[in-house]
């Protein structure tokens, strides 16, 4: 990576996809993000979502159907070919419970993510999801490369994340 790569940090709610190289950083509890990539035209880009499903119809990308839509056209503006898009997804964990019946936030929130991606035909190539503390992940939008650095009380008290699986 080199040192004059811009650095980003996406908030709950963003998405981030430009032409130039870019590590994006998020934190992740239940909230989810996508990572899609284009390994020919080397371009990706990065969701923050927070719920799974807008139940008064918002085109928010706080929702994951609008976050994954939204990162999904942008990646075509760009110029990517939605064949050659792979997926990479990450967080969910079990922090919140949704309705009664033991449901998380974090497990609708990639189930969310592997049906939208299942709709667009896009493979998950990788993905670290569930659990029930957070991640800090970091995504290198010139190599499709993606590294996690667990949170919790067990996880290793280390400056460098670990490889995504």
């Given at each position: 990576?080199?040192?004059?790569?811009?650095?980003?940090?996406?908030?709950?709610?963003?998405?981030?996809?430009?032409p130039?190289?870019?590590?994006?950083?998020?934190?992740?509890?239940?909230?989810?993000?996508?990572?899609?990539?284009?390994?020919?035209?080397?371009?990706?880009?990065?969701?923050?979502?927070?719920?799974?499903?807008?139940?008064?119809?918002?085109?928010?990308?706080?929702?994951g159907?609008?976050?994954?839509?939204?990162?999904?056209?942008?990646?075509?503006?760009?110029g990517?070919?939605?064949?050659?898009?792979?997926?990479?997804?990450?967080?969910?964990?079990?922090?919140?419970?949704?309705?009664?019946?033991?449901?998380?936030?974090?497990?609708?929130?990639v189930?969310?993510?592997?049906?939208?991606?299942?709709?667009?035909?896009?493979?998950?190539?990788?993905r670290?999801?569930?659990?029930?503390y957070?991640?800090?992940?970091?995504?290198?939008?010139?190599?499709?490369?993606a590294?996690?650095?667990?949170?919790?009380?067990?996880?290793?008290?280390?400056?460098?994340?670990e490889?995504?699986?």
């Open positions: 990576m080199s040192s004059k790569m811009r650095r980003i940090f996406l908030l709950q709610g963003d998405v981030y996809c430009e130039e190289p870019a590590v994006i950083t998020t934190i992740l509890g239940s909230c989810v993000s996508v990572c899609l990539w284009d390994p020919t035209l080397k371009l990706g880009g990065v969701n923050h979502y927070v719920l799974p499903k807008s139940i008064k119809g918002d085109d928010n990308p706080r929702y159907t609008s976050a994954i839509d939204s990162l999904r056209d942008r990646m075509i503006d760009l990517c070919r939605p064949r050659q898009l792979q997926a990479k997804i990450f967080g969910g964990a079990a922090v919140l419970p949704l309705g009664l019946d033991a449901t998380t936030v974090g497990g609708r929130n189930e969310v993510a592997l049906q939208r991606l299942q709709e667009y035909r896009i493979p998950v190539v990788a670290r999801t569930g659990g029930q957070g991640r800090v992940i970091s995504f290198y939008t010139d190599t499709g490369e590294t996690v650095r667990e949170l919790g009380p067990d996880a290793p008290h280390t400056k460098q994340p490889p995504a699986r």
